[in-house]
């Protein structure tokens, strides 16, 4: 059973930077599973952020972040990375990642994947 657990968390101030990792746990790799970053504030749907499918191939972002965040793969930590820059309050949430079996989905759609992390807070504050 993949377990995902995400990192990095943390308060910044307007305009700065976080860096949040996904990582599974055991000896699963997530090379071969396209891995998503959703956010979900009180009282509002959950919201794709980013994904990364089909290995390295394809990427997606919200327009609310393009230009900000970027995500990678940090094979050398079985992680996916999801650098977060020019942070603004509204970017303020919990961000969760999921994973889904590469070819079984992969988009920016919470439906479409199966294994979810507990989420890790972001506040940006001044």
């Known amino acids: 059973q993949l377990q995902l657990v995400e990192s990095g968390g943390d308060l910044v101030q307007p305009g700065g930077s976080l860096r949040l990792s996904c990582a599974a746990s055991g000896l699963i790799s997530l090379d071969y599973y396209d891995i998503g970053w959703f956010r979900q504030a009180p009282g509002k749907e959950r919201e794709g952020v980013s994904c990364?499918?089909?290995?390295?191939?394809?990427?997606y972002y919200a327009d609310s972040v393009k230009g900000r965040f970027s995500i990678s793969r940090d094979r050398d930590n079985n992680a996916v990375v999801l650098q977060m820059n020019s942070m603004k309050a509204e970017d303020t949430t919990i961000y969760y990642c999921?994973?889904?079996?590469?070819?079984?989905?992969?988009?920016?759609?919470?439906?479409?994947?199966?294994?979810w992390g507990q989420g890790t807070q972001d506040t940006v504050a001044t």
């Open positions: 990364i499918c089909n290995g390295e191939a394809d990427t």
């Open positions: 999921a994973a889904v079996y590469t070819g079984a989905g992969g988009s920016l759609e919470p439906y479409e994947y199966d294994h």
